[in-house]
């Protein structure tokens, strides 16, 4: 089975990346192939990452309450490219209700304070959607 | 709380302590006397209690300014500052990377006329404020200083603190612009303004409380912090200020952790490496450099998502180990941290945390009260002994900046923090409603919500203050900022010039970036 490969991302201003780094090593340790872009991405500069790498997962790791703008920017980037088949997965500060919605827009899994990385890799093993 | 034999650190913990694991030490110290360990004062909180000093802001100005009347009202003694993220890092609310950020994670400050209204009603004689901004610091300490003189408070008269401390966000904040060269010829612009004319001010603020929120152990937060002390105090000697002059304004903040005994032990060795390391690598004589002053956040990290009523008592254990590790100034966190900005119920619990433990509880009346102990005493030699080592090693490298540059500080931190969450996954270390003691459908708590709204009320005012500024005066000022930053001059006076012509933090934050460029960290997983 091919490794899975995952872009790990921090979109916006925000610099907290302690747990976006904890979970691109876990990840790794699991046997996946992670490539973490670094702090303060727009969603275009991760939507191109995403297919410059050819991942089959992009983590979003959103702490400082934005990601009701920003999120969906990356979802609509990803339809506007044909790449729906790439699966997003969001951990941060994210409200239930927050959650719930990204979900209907198309997020696999939301993760809150408080998920271990045991939840966090067999999801992102699960999120893997079969190419169109 | 430990994991299994050893601190958090992993300094390892013995099952009992007795006379045997002192008597190699020296105890025969005094509060208020050189080094320093049991304290800077001779009688601590007998004489005055610690500031309680709780961070806010959200939203506009306005409704911050309301929060802060509300606080000191319920006898919060200071202030502290919150900035969003795009004011943190440089940028006006109606800049496309401000979008979804504007008054999420503190208040949005894009002009004095906004540090005027944030301030408005607050005498800035009477009330110290200090403000969490690091690479905008001598833009936003402009602006304050700016809405003193409308005031008109003498500069000489005021005091506060500035954060300020940019090499922490090269390790562990990532608040940074520009590259480490010219960040700390800002800050030490700061520094050298404040020693000429701002007296009383703190121009910095040299902080562990990141570091550790990071992941880093308390050994860690200790070492780095108080290496990246030294780095500021090289600077501002080479910068020809003598170590008297500035030292008695460094300031220091440090995180209050989970281990009780070893947070305690941390301040302590702080204190005392602080005091040999100003006296005899630097020379320092006056009582004043060789004291280390510390305000302590207890640990936003700490708090869980999960049973957040159990974050209530965590942050008042972590609070006692502040005051009994004898801090000079407290935040306490609200119990909804892990969701939110603090709710005001949620923030006037916190505030009362603080006034419970100095009112009621009885520890404030002895200076140091646990010096003495078997315990203590060993753990604080042994953090010493420890945090030692890594400056010393850093030393090696040939100080704090080639140390960042080889990513030595980032990849320890983020190993430490690896092991953090290994040992909560593995079930090691337990914390109450997250990995033991879980309870199914939890019931949701009332949290503060962030109304949009704030973003388009910041970006109309700049709007309306650009149509109604001097523009040619602006476009004067900024040019003058960039010609005094690619000189040598101290490029205080050219943003005070700047701020009160009501040029923006963005302008002014582009105008340095011009000339100083950018940073972009090599990520250490």
Redesign the interface.
């Known amino acids: 089975m091919d490794q899975i490969r995952v872009l790990v991302a921090k979109p916006?201003?925000?610099?907290?990346?302690?747990g976006a780094?904890?979970i691109?090593?876990?990840l790794?340790d699991a046997g996946m192939e992670v490539i973490?872009t670094?702090?303060?991405q727009?969603p275009e500069m991760i939507v191109n990452a995403a297919l410059q790498e050819d991942v089959r997962v992009i983590g979003l790791s959103i702490l400082?309450?934005?990601?009701?703008?920003?999120v969906p920017r990356v979802m609509e980037l990803l339809r506007e490219k044909q790449m729906t088949d790439v699966a997003v997965i969001v951990g941060g500060?994210i409200?239930?209700e927050d959650a719930r919605e990204l979900k209907k827009q198309g997020v696999a899994a939301v993760f809150?304070?408080?998920a271990?990385?045991?939840e966090i890799v067999r999801s992102v093993r699960s999120s893997v959607k079969q190419p169109a | 709380m430990t994991k299994g034999p050893t601190t958090l650190s992993g300094l390892p913990v013995q099952p009992v302590y007795g006379p045997e694991d002192v008597a190699g030490l020296n105890l025969d110290e005094t509060p208020g006397e050189f080094p320093y360990t049991r304290g800077i004062h001779r009688d601590m909180y007998r004489g005055r209690l610690w500031t309680m000093r709780q961070f806010s802001g959200f939203g506009t100005p306005e409704e911050t300014n309301r929060r802060y009347q509300y606080l000191l009202a319920q006898g919060q003694t200071g202030l502290s500052v919150a900035f969003d993220l795009p004011t943190l890092m440089g940028y006006d609310a109606d800049q496309p990377e401000s979008l979804g950020e504007v008054g999420k994670c503190g208040v949005s400050i894009g002009s004095l006329e906004d540090m005027e209204t944030l301030f408005r009603g607050i005498p800035l004689e009477r009330v110290t404020v200090s403000m969490t901004i690091n690479s905008p610091a001598a833009i936003v300490w402009a602006m304050y200083l700016a809405v003193a003189e409308q005031q008109g408070v003498d500069w000489r008269q005021i005091s506060g603190t500035i954060q300020n401390d940019i090499l922490k966000e090269y390790i562990a904040q990532k608040e940074y612009i520009y590259p480490p060269h010219s960040s700390m010829r800002l800050v030490t612009d700061t520094i050298e303004f404040a020693t000429r004319q701002v007296p009383r001010f703190n121009p910095i603020s040299i902080s562990g409380y990141h570091i550790r929120e990071a992941g880093s152990t308390a050994v860690q937060e200790l070492a780095f912090t108080l290496r990246d002390g030294i780095e500021y105090a090289e600077w501002a000697v080479a910068r020809g200020l003598p170590i008297d002059t500035f030292a008695g304004r460094l300031s220091f903040f440090f995180n209050a952790h989970n281990d009780f005994f070893e947070e305690i032990a941390k301040y302590r060795a702080a204190r005392r490496m602080w005091a040999l390391i100003m006296r005899d690598r630097f020379g320092a004589r006056d009582e004043r450099s060789l004291k280390l002053r510390f305000h302590t956040q207890t640990a936003g990290c700490s708090l869980t998502w999960q049973q957040p009523y159990n974050n209530v008592v965590r942050t008042a254990i972590q609070a006692l180990a502040a005051v009994l590790g004898g801090t000079q100034s407290l935040h306490t966190n609200s119990l909804d941290e892990a969701y939110a900005l603090p709710s005001e119920h949620a923030a006037t619990l916190a505030l009362r945390t603080q006034q419970v433990i100095a009112y009621e509880s009885g520890v404030t009346a002895v200076p140091d009260p646990l010096g003495g102990s078997f315990f203590l005493e060993r753990l604080t030699a042994e953090v010493e002994e420890a945090a030692n080592g890594y400056i010393r090693r850093i030393d090696d490298m040939g100080g704090m900046i080639p140390a960042i540059e080889a990513g030595f500080p980032q990849r320890e931190i983020a190993q430490a923090s690896f092991e953090y969450q290994q040992a909560i996954e593995t079930g090691e270390l337990k914390i109450a409603g997250v990995n033991a003691f879980k309870v199914e459908n939890e019931e949701p708590i009332e949290l503060l919500a962030i109304d949009e709204s704030a973003a388009g009320h910041q970006v109309a005012k700049l709007a309306a203050l650009r149509r109604r500024r001097d523009s040619t005066r602006v476009s004067a000022a900024l040019d003058a900022l960039r010609r005094a930053a690619g000189g040598t001059e101290n490029t205080m006076p050219f943003i005070l010039e700047a701020v009160r012509a009501y040029a923006t933090v963005g302008e002014i934050t582009a105008a340095l970036r011009d000339v100083f460029g950018t940073y972009t960290e090599k990520s250490i997983l």
Not at chain 1, 12 to 18: E, T
Not at chain 1, 64 to 70: F, K, L, V, Y
């Open positions: 916006g201003l925000d610099g907290h990346d302690r780094k904890v691109a090593r876990a790794r973490y670094g702090l303060r727009t400082s309450g934005a990601h009701n703008a920003i500060i409200p239930d809150q304070p408080g271990s990385l045991e």
